[in-house]
């Protein structure tokens, strides 16, 4: 096999016992390490999946003090559980979680299931999940390749194939498959992330306290600043979007649920609308927009501010205004009119966060009279 030329001549022991020594001594103490409860690695992987440890680590506390097991999770209300995960983004994620955990709860008596063919039929669970789960919580040799992984081995092994494209991860599957510990998977699949989480970093890479430089190619060579090879993705579609932070006449604040399906499925925010011509203004497509959604009239009133959210395939680029709805407003379960302090009981998108937060600083107790 072509991935195997890779690790000829490479002292695989060695590189074993050094990467697990090492991460023995230097590893993070994070909360989901303090057991190998395969539960809490579940919902650990999943929040970390495009997320930063330190923003991780207060979600991951919260979450498990909320819904502390399979069963809590698979018995909780929807919208307490993206409440608890609001703010984090990527919702599919933990609406897969649960809906898995619902299947693990009903299918496997509440155990999650320890065999590739099982875990990985479960809803929003990859080969990185899977092999992280095995690996970590039942200590069963299975590769965990993410982007930290690709590129730390890129380096070690001088890699040169293109880790954006998806068939570059079945070649270092099939290499961590050879190289990877069968006696302690754990702290080898685990020592592999935090060696690409904390020293060899995407830009300017700490070769020097690197515990396993001597087994590094491109170091031998100079080249680890130009691996791994990575492609760009094209650039992001931005699209323009009216938003209305609205208010009743007894401060009751106008909100709405987004389709169960799609982008942000499910969460609340404010009416908002893609405005799609430039021969009307921002401010006259929302108004038009409410009397066509919600069959009343508002009255817009100042511009509360221009905001920009990026996800990973498009911009959205918002115009937000404050106004006053003039007339009563029919409520069903996707259209609540709520107080104030029942807002902070809906889950809402970051952006929409946002935007709450500048509405009440600029407001401030005007809101109240």
Known sequence: MKELTY??????????DDLINWFEKEQRDLPWRADQDPYKVWVSEIMLQQTRVDTVIPYFNNFIAQFPSIEALAHADEEKVLKAW????????????????????????????????????????????????LSIAYGIPEPAVDGNVMRVLSRILSIWDDIAKPKTRKVFEVIIREIISKENPSFFNQGLMEL????????????????????????????????????KK??????????????????????????????????????????????????VVLQEFIKDSYHTTAHIEELLGAFQH???????????????????????????????????????????????????????????S
Not at 196 to 218: D, F, Y
């Open 7 to 16: 690790i000829e001549d490479f002292l695989i022991q060695q590189f074993q």
């Open 86 to 133: 609001e703010g984090l983004g990527y919702y599919s994620r933990v609406r897969n979680l649960q809906s898995a955990v619902k299947e693990v709860h009903e299918s496997y008596g509440g155990i999650v299931p320890n065999t590739p063919s099982e875990i990985s039929k479960l809803k929003g669970i990859g080969p990185y999940t899977t092999g992280s789960i």
């Open 196 to 231: 690409g989480a904390i020293v060899c970093t995407p830009t300017s890479p700490s070769c020097l306290l690197c515990p396993v430089r001597e087994h590094c190619k491109s170091y031998m060579e100079g080249t680890q600043a130009e691996l791994p090879v990575k492609t």
């Open 234 to 283: 094209n650039s992001t579609k931005e699209v323009p979007i009216v938003v209305g932070v609205l208010v009743t006449n007894d401060n009751k604040i106008l909100i709405h649920k987004r389709p169960d399906s799609g982008l942000l499925a499910r969460l609340w925010e404010f009416p908002n609308v893609e405005v799609l011509t430039d021969v009307k203004t921002p401010k």
């Open 310 to 368: 990026v996800f990973s395939h498009l911009t959205w680029n918002m115009t937000v205004y404050e106004g006053r709805i003039e007339n009563e407003i029919t409520e069903n379960e996707r259209v609540k009119l709520v107080s104030i302090e029942e807002l902070s009981q809906y889950a809402f998108s970051v952006s929409h966060q946002k935007i709450w937060k500048q509405f009440q600083e600029k407001m401030g107790s005007q809101l109240l």
